[in-house]
């Protein structure tokens, strides 16, 4: 345990750490937090302060935070072989397992796996393999990918370059050849259309810009099943079937980025189970060590590893801790408890459909526009007024508001735009569930007094 006191602690943070997606000049001025310790679905400060994380870590933590055979797998790895490199023909008992392992829980038709540290780090891979797998089909001028407005695939210059958020591309210079459609955000951007219409029109977007950038240019369309850090935007159900028409009708890749979505979160092991839709390319993290090691990836359907794999040459991309043992092992126990306790599938018929029931209590108050969600993810969009959908403020002011009551309630969630955004580990019980509705209940009336 330190000897630093929670003020020594919290100045030495001020003073010296840049936090990601943080003000500096204010967390310089006011400090933050210091939490100090997980049990369950709770997290407590250097206070002993208890939380409900009603957001799973960073939408990782899906078994909770006490999983000792995680833990356990790790620490036995950590002293039998702490590292070696997964380069020049080399690999490790755990990397050949997990790959393996991940082979059985993704859908038919992806065999292979390259492992990443991160979910930012799998997206800049696939763009590295997309355009491989179209040089070696001799397509070499296919390279332009197309994501969306408002999607998020990450931070580095490739991932946030896909991602369309536009505060963090006005920040940095991205890559040229990404193009962006917009969202299938049907409450925000809807108006008064159909919900179908909207998602109809908003899907053939995809149609037009290929037409517009030429097929024999564009390489891959990447989307996450639910767009989470945007605000958790459910596709309307036309969405994804008008999609994979297109991609199945063009000769362009599709990735499905199922950092948030995969592992259960929806209510299936993949997002794109949920949507019934087949991509190409997976890109996964978070969940898959259920937070406890860093590890990303991408999973690689056949049509594109049947190509990099039967043509001459190096694929010349790498990353010192590809397939770290370490982060192997924590995958392996990881999806093995899933395995061994039917977490997906109790989830999607016991916990889940509660936490959307209860979450739809919360309809009716005043300032709540929308309640939306599937599985284990769900957003509650704040409004002035419920029929116009008046914002409740100009800015994110009100959300962030209601995010601060929340977390002084003793409840994580998260504020992105207008919206209040949960994301509760899989194995919280009813009780627990009833909860973090309670305090999102209180949080939500002390915004209304605030902003009504
Ligand atoms: N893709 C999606 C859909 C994400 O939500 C995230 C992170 O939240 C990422 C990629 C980036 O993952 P990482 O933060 O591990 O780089």
Known sequence: MSKNTTAQLQQAD???????????KQYSATGGRIFSRAEHIYIYDSEDNQFLDGMSGLWCCNLGYSQPKIIEAVNQQMQQLPYYNNFFNCSNQPAAEMAKALVEVTPDG??????????SEANDTNIRLVHRYYDLLEKPNKKLI?????GYHGSTIAAASLGGMEFMHKQYRGIDYVHHIDQ???????GDS?????????????EAKIDELGEENVAAFIAEPIQGAGGVIIPPDSYWPEIQRICNERDILLISDEVICGFGRTGNWFGCETYNYQPDLITFAKAVTNGFQPLGGVMVGDKVANVLKTNDGEFGHGLTYSGHPASCAAGLATLSIMQEQNIVENTAQTIAPYLQQQLRSLSDHPIVG????????????????KNSREKIADDSAAAVFCRDQAINNGLMVRAVGDAMV?????VSSKDEIDQLVQRLHRALDATAKEYN
Request: charged share 20%; proline share 6%; glycine share 8%.
């Open 184 to 190: 299938p955000h049907w409450f925000a951007e809807g």
């Open 110 to 119: 992806f065999n292979n796996v390259f492992f990443t540290n991160s979910g």
């Open 370 to 385: 929308e309640v939306r969600g599937t599985g284990m993810v769900a957003a509650i969009e704040l409004v002035k007024n």
């Open 14 to 24: 001020r003073n010296h750490h840049l936090h990601p997606f943080t003000d500096f």
């Open 146 to 150: 197309i994501g969306r407005k408002n």
């Open 422 to 426: 949960t994301a509760p580990p899989m």
């Open 194 to 206: 159909d919900k179908n219409e909207f998602g109809l029109q908003v899907a053939r977007q995809l």
